[in-house]
């Protein structure tokens, strides 16, 4: 597509529950990254694929959160038994490779937990 | 340790007015920096980006600054429109290392009022 799109760009849910969260990448971009930014904070480090290596999960907050990546494309972060501290932004990102000048976020996908 | 501070966090200035944000950081090695502006509810999009050779780089009425020896940057926005209204990001970038190598500062807040 012509940008990064996530879906959905809102989300309402009960705390204890879980949810996924989708991230379509620029075609041909090998790298993605998922961001949180929370109310007046800024971009925290989730996680970054770059194409068929082995992810980097150092900014995953716990084994709550979960992320993968088919065939080099779609990303799908999922959070398990949601609690009320993972509301924020989720933000996507992608870029032509490591280190590219064609970084491009997505709009993000506000998590609100109840 | 790669961090990012920037001033003031938020800034209130009437319409066609200038305003300068700064930026400091503490990222090794370092590739370049970017400056990004996030509308409130939407992704960062990138305003420009500069390498250690780069002293200044203009977009439009956005107008970058990089002293790479002291590790600052600014953004100086000229004649302020309604528009600018957002936040300013400033994001060194590193390589090498994990976290896919950009490093985010909170941001400044900017209210452009009429």
């Known amino acids: 597509g012509a940008g990064v799109s996530q879906s959905p760009s809102n989300k309402v849910t009960e705390k204890g529950k879980d949810v996924e969260l989708r991230c379509d990448p620029i075609?041909?971009?090998?790298?993605l990254y998922w961001y949180r930014q929370s109310l007046g904070q800024g971009l925290e480090f989730l996680i970054y694929?770059?194409?068929?290596?082995?992810?980097?999960k150092s900014g995953l907050p716990s084994d709550r959160f979960s992320a993968e990546r088919t065939g080099g494309s779609v990303s799908t972060l999922t959070i398990q038994r949601t609690q009320q501290e993972d509301s924020a932004v989720y933000l996507c990102?992608?870029?032509?490779?490591?280190?590219?000048?064609?970084?491009?976020f997505g709009s993000g996908t506000r998590l609100t937990v109840v | 340790k790669n961090q990012v501070e920037q001033s003031p966090q938020s800034l209130i200035i009437l319409e066609g007015k200038n305003c300068t944000l700064q930026?400091?950081?503490?990222?090794?090695?370092?590739?370049?920096l970017r400056w990004y502006k996030q509308d409130t509810g939407r992704g960062p999009v990138s305003l420009t980006i500069?390498?250690?050779?780069?002293n200044t780089k203009s977009n439009g009425r956005y107008t970058a600054t990089l002293d790479a020896d002291t590790k600052q940057s600014s953004l100086h926005i000229t004649a302020s429109q309604l528009s600018d209204s957002a936040s300013y990001i400033c994001?060194?970038?590193?390589?090498?290392?994990?976290?896919?190598?950009?490093?985010f500062g909170k941001g400044t807040k900017l209210s452009v009022k009429p």
């Open positions: 990102a992608s870029s032509p490779g490591q280190e590219s000048y064609g970084y491009t």
């Open positions: 075609s041909g971009h090998t790298a």
């Open positions: 694929f770059q194409g068929n290596s082995a992810p980097d």
């Open positions: 930026c400091n950081y503490t990222v090794s090695p370092f590739s370049n």
């Open positions: 500069m390498t250690f050779s780069e």
């Open positions: 994001v060194p970038l590193t390589y090498g290392g994990s976290q896919g190598n950009l490093i």
